[in-house]
């Protein structure tokens, strides 16, 4: 199994600019999670999925961003416009039964916003 | 507010030490989950606790839940290089799905 998979690994952008982050969760797990981890505020939910359909999106922090999960396999975290503050680690990370076990998560995806 | 506190937020030892992480939680859980997330990598799934007393162990790292399911501590054993690292706790409330994560402890291992 290759894991989550997500890209891009890096991205520079300059303020302003949308972003769009991907994600690919493990075959046959139902439950998909979106994070973001800075050093001052730790590993942040912004939004989960169960079997495609968005539960709670509490945390994505205002409507500059954005998720979507079209099908099992494939989700899309956007940024628009980004801004210098969006700069952080975002992590994607799957599980099963409806993410009551354990996470695995992906590589990340490291947002540096000029 | 932060509802899960771990402590300590760093730790170093000398490697062949032992070294103890402590979370603690304002409210009972139903799990408790362990991740240790090395220097530029992912956190990494270690262990979920679910009954109250609960003690696993996985080689020289000891988990435990508490009585009151409100605590859990995570213990290594004669540390070693390779486990250096940041260990997360994460804790979900008995009312809630989501996971509520501690900021993690750092530790850092000289050889």
């Known amino acids: 199994d290759a894991g989550v998979i997500q890209s891009p690994r890096h991205e520079v952008t300059e303020m302003g600019q949308e972003v769009t982050l991907r994600c690919k969760p493990i075959s046959g797990h139902n439950s998909l999670f979106w994070y973001r981890q800075t050093m001052m505020r730790g590993l942040e939910l912004l939004i989960y999925f169960n079997n495609n359909v968005p539960i709670d999106d509490s945390g994505m922090p205002e409507d500059r961003f954005s998720a979507k999960m079209p099908n099992a396999s494939f989700s899309t975290l956007k940024i628009q416009p980004s801004e210098p503050r969006d700069s952080a680690v975002y992590f994607c990370a799957s599980s099963t039964h409806q993410g009551l076990s354990g996470y695995t998560f992906g590589s990340g995806t490291r947002l540096t916003v000029v | 507010g932060q509802q899960v506190m771990q402590i300590p937020q760093y730790q170093h030892v000398q490697e062949g030490e032992d070294f103890t992480t402590y979370c603690n939680s304002s409210?009972?859980?139903?799990?408790i989950q362990w991740y240790k997330q090395r220097p530029g990598g992912h956190p990494v799934f270690l262990i979920q606790?679910?009954?109250s007393g609960e003690v696993k162990k996985q080689k020289r790292l000891t988990f435990q839940f508490g009585e009151a399911k409100k605590n859990s501590s995570l213990h290594i054993t004669a540390t070693q290089t390779t486990d250096v690292g940041t260990y997360f706790c994460a804790g979900r409330k008995v009312d809630n799905r989501k996971l509520i994560w501690g900021l993690g402890t750092s530790l850092a291992v000289n050889p």
């Open positions: 409210t009972t859980l139903s799990n």
């Open positions: 606790l679910v009954k």
